[in-house]
């Protein structure tokens, strides 16, 4: 009797590891982006901590978003980002940099301390209608005291000039690397200035 109890318990429990909701399909497609070029003359005299933006919900995970005539957000079928959206630009920003400068780009996995902090904020990164759009708003921290010593909102539309999902991505990954580029230039020049002044 007992055998039968514990075979019968052993069953119930392997059943339960057995799932009924249907596999998540995998994209056909991944995207990634990251900067068009380093800027040769990019001055980064200072260490600088990139933190991953923040993001909503909707900018955190890998889907790619698109807003219709109503407002709606809706994801693009079948194609993701190769990574989360945020990790993305943390990376693409870090990578803008060159690495011959007397100061350099880290991340807080590091454990290091930084003379200047990068707190940004994703507020939107969507396709709309024949547009794809990125906005993001940049903060420069003192590293010593986290105090806000510089904050700008970066914004860039590429428009969708052809028919088809991978051009309207390939719009949306220009995109990204505008506001990159914007966000590395906006950083070096306010170090620039901080440095004068």
């Given at each position: 009797?007992?055998?039968?109890?514990?075979?019968?318990?052993?069953?119930?429990?392997?059943?339960?590891?057995?799932?009924?909701?249907?596999?998540?399909?995998?994209?056909?497609?991944?995207?990634?982006?990251?900067?068009?070029?380093?800027?040769?003359?990019?001055?980064?005299?200072?260490?600088?901590?990139?933190?991953?933006?923040?993001?909503?919900?909707?900018?955190?995970?890998?889907?790619?978003?698109?807003?219709?005539?109503?407002?709606?957000?809706?994801?693009?079928?079948?194609?993701?980002?190769?990574?989360?959206?945020?990790?993305?630009?943390?990376?693409?920003?870090?990578?803008?940099?060159?690495?011959?400068?007397?100061?350099?780009?880290?991340?807080?996995?590091?454990?290091?301390?930084?003379?200047?902090?990068?707190?940004?904020?994703?507020?939107?990164?969507?396709?709309?209608?024949?547009?794809?759009?990125?906005?993001?708003?940049?903060?420069?921290?003192?590293?010593?005291?986290?105090?806000?010593?510089?904050?700008?909102?970066?914004?860039?539309s590429i428009p969708v000039t052809e028919r088809g999902a991978e051009a309207r991505i390939d719009a949306l990954v220009q995109a990204a690397q505008?506001?990159?580029?914007?966000?590395?230039?906006?950083?070096?020049?306010?170090?620039?200035?901080?440095?004068?002044?």
């Amino acid at each position: 009797m007992r055998r039968l109890v514990c075979m019968f318990l052993i069953m119930t429990g392997l059943s339960a590891c057995v799932s009924v909701l249907p596999e998540e399909e995998s994209a056909d497609a991944l995207y990634s982006f990251s900067p068009i070029t380093i800027i040769a003359d990019l001055q980064l005299n200072h260490s600088v901590l990139v933190r991953e933006p923040e993001a909503p919900f909707i900018f955190s995970g890998r889907n790619i978003v698109t807003r219709d005539d109503a407002n709606a957000i809706r994801y693009v079928k079948g194609v993701e980002w190769a990574d989360r959206v945020p990790k993305l630009f943390q990376y693409s920003l870090l990578d803008s940099f060159n690495a011959e400068n007397t100061g350099f780009a880290i991340l807080p996995e590091t454990g290091s301390r930084a003379d200047y902090e990068v707190s940004w904020r994703i507020v939107e990164f969507t396709l709309k209608d024949t547009q794809a759009v990125a906005h993001m708003e940049v903060t420069l921290l003192d590293g010593s005291n986290r105090k806000a010593v510089r904050q700008t909102l970066l914004q860039a539309s590429i428009p969708v000039t052809e028919r088809g999902a991978e051009a309207r991505i390939d719009a949306l990954v220009q995109a990204a690397q505008d506001i990159i580029e914007q966000a590395a230039l906006f950083i070096s020049t306010s170090l620039g200035q901080l440095e004068a002044s």
